[in-house]
């Protein structure tokens, strides 16, 4: 019986080496990918202040455009009629409310934050020309409205070369995956008056590029699309968006067109779609990228 007892042990013995060994193993990857993980996330989180040396050391101000803050990256070029921003970016593959906030709002919930106020937006937008309408009101529902403003990003890849698209592209509805195709106007926000007597331009809490509708965007889309988490319809395109922290130029250009996006459905036939969605990036707007000269 002790024979078989000590043959048991040496054969468990035997089995529990290897067994031990690969748990040792499992462990120290999960330590490795642990550390790892750690070190991208250290290298993933940039201060504010190490954001704007960023994005200030990789764009020189867009030619033939006049400051108009002087603080932050803001310009405008009355002649082309845009407005141009400096920013970066802040998520990739989230659903969203924005595709654009200021810098150090609402971030977790947009792809581009600027280094601008809203206000400063709303007012570059009204010196070259573009009229406010109204922002989006509920109950009954009605669409934002004012001038349209189509945008575009650009940015430098890998190896420094400039790049360009228009947002829509950055943007893809949740239940169809395509990008989106709506466009923006100039809703205007609006003016708020604390019991101090102050006034508060509201955009300035996030609202500065909309993808759901709010009675405080600066930019919304012109259709309904809902802001509750449960019916968020936007989600970042996220394999058509550079990293995260990346620095990206955005140009807010005025448009005679009727906004696109009068319901929810999408066109069912492609030569329905406004040309605007397919055009190649105008020239004008890629002038507006000018790599800072080392």
């Given at each position: 019986?002790?024979?078989?007892?000590?043959?048991?042990?040496?054969?468990?013995?035997?089995?529990?080496?290897?067994?031990?060994?690969?748990?040792?193993?499992?462990?120290?990857?999960?330590?490795?990918?642990?550390?790892?993980?750690?070190?991208?996330?250290?290298?993933?989180?940039?201060?504010?202040?190490?954001?704007?040396?960023?994005?200030?050391?990789?764009?020189?101000?867009?030619?033939?455009?006049?400051?108009?803050?002087?603080?932050?990256?803001?310009?405008?070029?009355?002649?082309?009629?845009?407005?141009?921003?400096?920013?970066?970016?802040?998520?990739?593959?989230?659903?969203?409310?924005?595709?654009?906030?200021?810098?150090?709002?609402?971030?977790?919930?947009?792809?581009?934050?600027?280094?601008?106020?809203?206000?400063?937006?709303h007012a570059g937008l009204l010196a070259i020309g573009a009229k406010p309408g109204k922002p989006a009101s509920f109950d009954p529902f009605?669409?934002?409205?004012?001038?349209?403003?189509?945008?575009?990003?650009?940015?430098?890849?890998?190896?420094?070369?400039?790049?360009?698209?228009?947002?829509?592209?950055?943007?893809?509805?949740?239940?169809t995956k395509k990008a989106m195709t709506w466009d923006w106007v100039f809703a205007g926000s609006q003016m708020y008056k604390d019991e101090?007597?102050?006034?508060?331009?509201?955009?300035?809490?996030?609202?500065?590029?909309?993808?759901?509708?709010?009675?405080?965007?600066?930019?919304?889309?012109?259709?309904?699309?809902?802001?509750?988490?449960?019916?968020?319809?936007?989600?970042?395109?996220?394999?058509?968006?550079?990293?995260?922290?990346?620095?990206?130029?955005?140009?807010?250009?005025?448009?005679?067109?009727?906004?696109?996006?009068?319901?929810?459905?999408?066109?069912?036939?492609?030569?329905?779609?406004?040309?605007?969605?397919?055009?190649?990036?105008?020239?004008?707007?890629?002038?507006?990228?000018?790599p800072k000269k080392k």
């Open positions: 019986m002790n024979r078989v007892l000590w043959n048991a042990s040496n054969w468990l013995s035997a089995f529990a080496m290897p067994f031990r060994a690969c748990l040792i193993f499992v462990a120290l990857i999960s330590i490795s990918s642990l550390i790892a993980a750690d070190a991208d996330e250290e290298a993933f989180w940039m201060s504010p202040e190490e954001l704007r040396k960023r994005v200030d050391d990789t764009f020189e101000p867009p030619a033939d455009c006049k400051p108009l803050h002087p603080k932050n990256r803001i310009w405008i070029n009355r002649d082309e009629q845009f407005v141009v921003l400096d920013g970066y970016i802040v998520q990739r593959d989230v659903q969203l409310e924005l595709f654009a906030c200021p810098a150090g709002s609402k971030e977790h919930e947009a792809i581009v934050a600027v280094i601008a106020r809203a206000q400063s937006v009605k669409p934002a409205s004012g001038t349209t403003i189509r945008v575009y990003a650009l940015w430098l890849d890998n190896d420094g070369k400039p790049k360009a698209t228009l947002a829509q592209n950055w943007i893809r509805r949740i239940d101090e007597g102050k006034t508060h331009y509201l955009g300035d809490s996030g609202e500065l590029i909309s993808v759901s509708n709010f009675t405080t965007s600066t930019m919304d889309v012109a259709v309904r699309s809902d802001q509750a988490n449960s019916a968020l319809m936007f989600e970042g395109f996220a394999d058509r968006i550079p990293p995260r922290n990346s620095p990206v130029r955005l140009v807010l250009s005025l448009s005679s067109d009727t906004p696109f996006g009068t319901d929810l459905s999408e066109p069912k036939d492609k030569d329905k779609e406004p040309a605007f969605l397919t055009e190649e990036v105008p020239e004008s707007v890629l002038k507006c990228l000018e």
